[in-house]
């Protein structure tokens, strides 16, 4: 079979060249770094759940009218997407205090914020992804003011859809980072959702227990990775496929 050819690899996923012109495969690896990636490690069974959690919550959005670049998950580990041309920000929205904004601005963690917040970094890895503000980004072009008022609108969209849709699992949505693309057709252009929403990207903790849910339990040394994203993957009701069934190896034949 010929080999794909590889766009790029990143920290968690490699795109491949899709199977048309416009279009891109995504692959979930396994691999998961914290801290600029000086803290990696391999969790198994990661990827393919990442792959089926983001699948459906990019699904869910399509289906109120949000557009992606999610066209299908092909297999355990890929989904095709459309290619777009990557705004260079991680667009990050708060609900609770925690993390980074947490520490920066001495608010204790797990403190609802007056309102939703969004911020912006930069992403550039030798810098460490910097915080910037919509001044930052209209200045230097890397989207003009009517891609980031289309950037918040849709933000603010998802965060809303996305709390209500993780509140009926009994997940507060904390926070979370998207990212987004230009994607082409014709001559028109229009901003899109594009990367991956998973507990990769987002914070999640359940709603009576504050129990984390997401990549803080790797990067916080609490163990129970892949436990805490299958859980999710079990509360929104989308584990049809068990991670085990990935492994080579005879299959019991139903
Ligand atoms: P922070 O509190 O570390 O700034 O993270 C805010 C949110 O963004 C949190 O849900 C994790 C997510 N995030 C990423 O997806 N990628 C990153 O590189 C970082 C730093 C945060
Ligand atoms: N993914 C980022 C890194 O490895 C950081 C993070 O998600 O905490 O640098």
Redesign the pocket.
């Known amino acids: 079979m010929k080999r794909r050819r590889m766009i790029y690899e990143g920290?968690a996923k490699i795109l491949y060249e899709g199977p048309e012109p416009g279009t891109l495969v995504q692959y979930f690896k396994d691999d998961t770094?914290?801290?600029?990636?000086t803290k990696r490690a391999t969790i198994e069974g990661k990827g393919v759940l990442n792959n089926r959690i983001s699948e459906y919550l990019m699904s869910q959005l399509t289906a109120i009218g949000v557009p992606t670049h999610f066209v299908r998950r092909l297999n355990m580990r890929e989904q095709l997407v459309k290619e777009v041309e990557i705004i260079p920000l991680e667009v990050v929205v708060r609900n609770i205090a925690a993390g980074s904004l947490a520490k920066r601005l001495g608010i204790e963690e797990g403190t609802v914020l007056p309102r939703s917040i969004i911020e912006y970094y930069y992403k550039k890895d030798e810098l460490h992804d910097p915080w910037v503000s919509e001044e930052h980004i209209t200045a230097f072009g890397w989207a003009n003011p009517q891609d980031l008022d289309d950037i918040v609108n849709l933000t603010i969209r998802i965060n809303d859809f996305l709390s209500g849709l993780f509140l009926g699992a009994n997940i507060k949505l904390v926070d979370f980072k998207v990212e987004f693309g230009r994607l082409w057709e014709n001559d028109y252009m229009r901003i899109v959702l594009a990367d991956e929403i998973s507990p990769?990207s987002c914070r999640l903790w359940d709603v009576s227990t504050n129990e984390k849910l997401d990549?803080d339990r790797f990067?916080r040394d609490l163990g129970g990775v892949v436990e805490a994203y299958s859980e999710v993957a079990r509360r929104l009701g989308i584990m049809p496929e068990s991670v085990q069934s990935e492994q080579k190896g005879p299959v019991l034949v139903k």
Do not use: E, L
């Not at 770094?33 to 990636?37: G, H, Q, S, V």
């Open positions: 920290k770094t914290a801290f600029d990636a990769d990549k990067r």
